[in-house]
């Protein structure tokens, strides 16, 4: 659970899409295609941040258990099996430090937000900080971020998340894991394209 939406100033360019959206999926896509490296090299390491004993911090685990064996090329942690959380974020982000050259890493966790924020998605450049909706110190996380608004901030958080709606977290993890495989999708055709391109330039020279 980050810091809860619109109760804090940011300079980031924030875009927010309603997972009832009809267009929802192919939105949140693109939005991701937008915010992410340009260079097409850095490995992509998706952190699904939250635990399964809490219906509104599962938002992470279920997107990453509806995700991991659905990408080729981006690195998912955080499942519903295995959770990334409070205990053993620090040793995750160790992990992928040692792991991964340079990575660019996606955040994505749970948020409270005002009334009429909830059932947003929010994609935004830079990081979030884990844990800060429940007071919880721990490490910021992420190049780029996704916070799904689950419920009412304001007034006993914990007692709040333990009594959001499945059906809203599950309906906001289905749409955020089906952009990001259309995301990977995308990415890797433009990989491939600018691969083949540089192929080819090389050919010409050559001939």
Request: hydrophobic share 40%; charged share 25%.
């Given at each position: 659970?980050?810091?809860?939406?619109?109760?804090?100033?940011?300079?980031?360019?924030?875009?927010?899409?309603?997972?009832?959206?009809?267009?929802?999926?192919?939105?949140?896509?693109?939005?991701?295609?937008?915010?992410?490296?340009?260079?097409?090299?850095?490995?992509?390491?998706?952190?699904?941040?939250?635990?399964?004993?809490?219906?509104?911090?599962?938002?992470?685990?279920?997107?990453?258990?509806?995700?991991?064996?659905?990408?080729?090329?981006?690195?998912?942690?955080?499942?519903?099996?295995?959770?990334?959380?409070?205990?053993?974020?620090?040793?995750?982000?160790?992990?992928?430090?040692?792991?991964?050259?340079?990575?660019?890493?996606?955040?994505?966790?749970?948020?409270?937000?005002?009334?009429?924020?909830?059932?947003?998605?929010?994609?935004?450049?830079?990081?979030?900080?884990?844990?800060?909706?429940?007071?919880?110190?721990?490490?910021?996380?992420?190049?780029?971020?996704?916070?799904?608004?689950?419920?009412?901030?304001?007034?006993?958080?914990f007692s709040v998340l333990q009594n959001t709606r499945l059906h809203l977290v599950m309906s906001m993890a289905d749409i955020?894991?089906?952009?990001l495989i259309e995301a990977e999708k995308h990415y890797l055709e433009k990989r491939?394209?600018?691969?083949?391109?540089?192929?080819?330039?090389?050919?010409?020279?050559?001939?």
């Amino acid at each position: 659970m980050n810091l809860k939406s619109g109760l804090f100033q940011s300079t980031k360019k924030q875009d927010r899409i309603h997972y009832e959206d009809k267009e929802a999926i192919q939105d949140l896509s693109k939005t991701l295609i937008e915010h992410m490296p340009k260079l097409y090299i850095k490995p992509i390491i998706i952190i699904c941040i939250g635990t399964d004993r809490s219906t509104g911090d599962c938002l992470g685990p279920l997107v990453g258990s509806n995700i991991q064996d659905q990408l080729s090329h981006f690195h998912t942690f955080g499942t519903l099996k295995d959770p990334v959380h409070a205990v053993n974020l620090e040793e995750t982000l160790a992990f992928i430090k040692e792991k991964y050259r340079n990575p660019f890493i996606i955040a994505i966790d749970a948020c409270l937000g005002r009334l009429k924020s909830v059932g947003f998605i929010q994609v935004a450049e830079g990081s979030i900080k884990p844990g800060a909706g429940v007071n919880k110190e721990l490490p910021a996380v992420g190049d780029m971020h996704i916070s799904g608004i689950v419920n009412v901030s304001g007034f006993m958080e914990f007692s709040v998340l333990q009594n959001t709606r499945l059906h809203l977290v599950m309906s906001m993890a289905d749409i955020i894991s089906k952009g990001l495989i259309e995301a990977e999708k995308h990415y890797l055709e433009k990989r491939h394209s600018i691969r083949r391109n540089l192929l080819d330039d090389q050919d010409s020279a050559i001939n």
